[in-house]
Nanobody
Framework: QVQLVESGGGSVQAGGSLRLSCAVSERTLSSYVMGWFRQAPGKERESVAL????????RYSDSVKGRFTISRDSAKNVVDLLMNSLKPEDTAVYYC?????????????????WGQGTQVTVSS
């Protein structure tokens, strides 16, 4: 059972930055895809950034490309999401997720493990 614990959410003004971290319990992650998703009130959960643990392939949604960076630290078993140039429309609960495999699916239903979520609020 893979356990995911997010941290780093908070409130920031537009144009600011935040770094989210996801601590992963599983020790052997080479066959996993890790992802950050978000869900705003009244909206469906959407993919933000994905990464394959083995070869560092990444995929971003168009709305965050160029502003957000996903990374992973094998020594610490952590997946980070660095968010720059934040906008009010980035306000949402952000979730860390994991799936076994190598394909960077963007659909939440393809992910088996989820964290509890962390709130990100961007004010204008």
């Amino acid at each position: 059972q893979v356990q995911l614990v997010e941290s780093g959410g908070g409130s920031v003004q537009a144009g600011g930055s935040l770094r989210l971290s996801c601590a992963v319990s599983e020790r052997t992650l080479s066959s996993y895809v890790m992802g950050w998703f978000r869900q705003a009130p009244g909206k469906e959960r959407e993919s933000v950034a994905l990464i394959t643990w083995s070869d560092y392939t990444t995929r971003y949604s168009d709305s965050v490309k160029g502003r957000f960076t996903i990374s992973r630290d094998s020594a610490k078993n952590v997946v980070d999401l660095l968010m720059n140039s934040l906008k009010p429309e980035d306000t949402a609960v952000y979730y860390c997720a994991a799936r076994y495999g190598s394909l960077l699916y963007t659909t939440p239903g393809n992910y088996d493990y989820w964290g509890q979520g962390t709130q990100v609020t961007v004010s204008s």
